[in-house]
């Protein structure tokens, strides 16, 4: 069995704004370095081989936070970035017309069709995170990665994992700096593959942590 944890950035500003990220980028936080470094605490002792990113900045900075405790390198992916946003990108949730904020929910509310204009498909995120994910299954044999990417992205590659299309109604909340967990195996009782063991823990934060859609 091969184990895989995903975990979501640390707090950025443009999260505390309600600003909407997707592939451009804004800093960690003071809070957001704090969650990286306790998600390092806890994953210090767990025999962690390989530290994938995302190449985006917020994922390598929380990467390089969690490398320390974990004493290994930080390799980057490009296909573990978050969805393409496209025009919306920069924009405060606030200040979306009608039709953008239309274009945003459709990302999240179970359109097929769902995309913002010069931006990325469901189907087209789930494609590359889920080739992300199948790299792994290359590594030396005992290893035990962690992948760090976005909200929406691992919200889509665990939908998918499940068995629901990846422009499903999406319901799983993954706050930042949450915790997954998907296992490669065999089982006389699942489905063989990669089956999901747990989503979006937080138990080692010992500071409140945003989703994506601050409410």
Do not use: F
């Not at 895989?4 to 999260?15: A, D, F, M, S, Y």
């Not at 390198?73 to 025009?87: C, H, K, Q």
């Not at 499903?168 to 490669?184: H, I």
């Amino acid at each position: 069995m091969q184990q895989v944890l995903l975990v979501r950035h640390g707090e950025t500003l443009w999260n505390t704004e309600q600003r909407i990220q997707g592939q451009s980028d804004s800093a960690l936080t003071e809070q957001g370095i704090l969650q990286a470094r306790q998600t390092g605490l806890r994953l210090q002792h767990l025999g962690i081989t390989h530290i994938i990113s995302s190449d985006l900045g917020r994922t390598q900075q929380t990467a390089a936070i969690i490398a320390d405790y974990c004493d290994c390198p930080v390799l980057t992916d490009s296909r573990l970035r978050e969805i393409n946003m496209g025009t919306l990108e920069g924009r405060v949730l606030t200040s979306l017309s009608q039709d953008e904020e239309q274009w945003r929910k459709s990302l999240l509310n179970g359109d097929p069709a769902g995309r913002i204009p010069q931006g990325e498909s469901m189907e087209e995120l789930a494609q590359r995170l889920r080739e992300a994910l199948e790299a792994t299954r290359a590594l030396p044999a005992g290893s035990k990665p962690v992948l760090i990417s976005h909200g929406i992205a691992l919200g889509c590659l665990l939908g998918t994992l499940l068995g629901l299309p990846a422009w499903a109604e999406r319901r799983l909340r993954l706050r930042n700096c949450s915790v997954s967990r998907v296992d490669y195996q065999s089982s006389s009782w699942l489905a063989e593959g990669w089956i999901v063991e747990s989503t979006g823990d937080i138990a080692h934060l010992s500071v409140p942590a945003l989703d994506e859609l601050k409410a």
